[in-house]
């Protein structure tokens, strides 16, 4: 069966360090993978696109990789601040073409602490 | 622009009685989803459209209706509450249907079912 998994134990770093978040999939030929950001009480909130042709991504104190041979993306945050204590969910299309849906994982708890 | 728009945020319903929750987005979208969210098992699909007249099942379409009849707005019928679908329940659009079309999410509906 087809899975996307996180990390479900929250992810505790110290401010200043760079936080990894991991993102796993099975049976899944994505053709691009997403990430968001989710505060408590409020929906998720896109951060960065990575297509299958792309390794790398970079978006300011960001960066996303793709491996697709591992069926992995990796999901970085250089220089850490509290506020970036949040929920980081990945989500890659199931399906196929353009009515392909948007599946998500179940999320990682990111804890910044000063 | 208001972005995507839920009604209610809040809702308490009792076995059997029946609702709908409401979506309404202002970007002149054409993809429109809904989600629910219970927690460690992340955000699952439940239904999804790619424009008016047109919807789909997600992962977990038992229970629940939907339809488009305009661009805007994309309600969620709850037939027969079960406390099953105790769970908060997030729309969310996007400009173009599954290609790369990053997700625009409203603020969310919580749901209690007795």
């Known amino acids: 069966s087809q899975k996307i998994e996180q990390n479900s134990e929250a992810l505790n770093i110290q401010e200043g360090k760079t936080a990894t978040l991991t993102c796993n999939y099975t049976?899944?030929?994505?053709?691009?993978l997403q990430w968001y950001r989710q505060d408590p009480g409020r929906g998720p909130v896109f951060l960065l696109l990575?297509?299958?042709?792309?390794k790398e991504k970079r978006k300011e104190r960001l960066k996303v990789t793709f491996d697709t041979t591992l069926k992995q993306s990796l999901f970085h945050i250089t220089a850490s601040q509290p506020a970036d204590s949040a929920t980081y969910l990945c989500?890659?299309?199931?399906?196929?073409?353009?009515?392909?849906?948007?599946?998500f994982g179940q999320g990682t708890t990111l804890q910044v602490k000063p | 622009n208001a972005g995507v728009t839920q009604t209610p945020k809040f809702q308490v319903l009792k076995t059997g009685q029946s609702m709908t929750l409401q979506c309404a987005q202002d970007?002149?979208?054409?993809?429109m989803s809904w989600y629910r969210q219970d927690p460690g098992m992340g955000l699952r699909l439940i239904h999804y459209?790619?424009?008016?007249?047109?919807?789909d099942q997600g992962e977990v379409p038992n229970g629940y209706n939907v339809s488009r009849s305009t661009t805007e707005d994309f309600p969620l019928r709850l037939l027969s509450a079960a406390p099953s679908q105790t769970s908060v329940y997030f729309c969310?659009?996007?400009?173009?249907?599954?290609?790369?079309?990053?997700?625009?999410f409203g603020e969310g509906s919580r749901l209690t079912v007795l």
């Open positions: 969310a659009s996007s400009y173009r249907s599954g290609s790369a079309g990053e997700l625009f």
């Open positions: 049976n899944y030929s994505p053709a691009y």
């Open positions: 990575i297509r299958e042709n792309e």
């Open positions: 989500a890659l299309v199931g399906g196929s073409g353009n009515t392909g849906k948007l599946i």
């Open positions: 970007m002149n979208h054409e993809y």
């Open positions: 459209s790619v424009g008016a007249g047109i919807t």
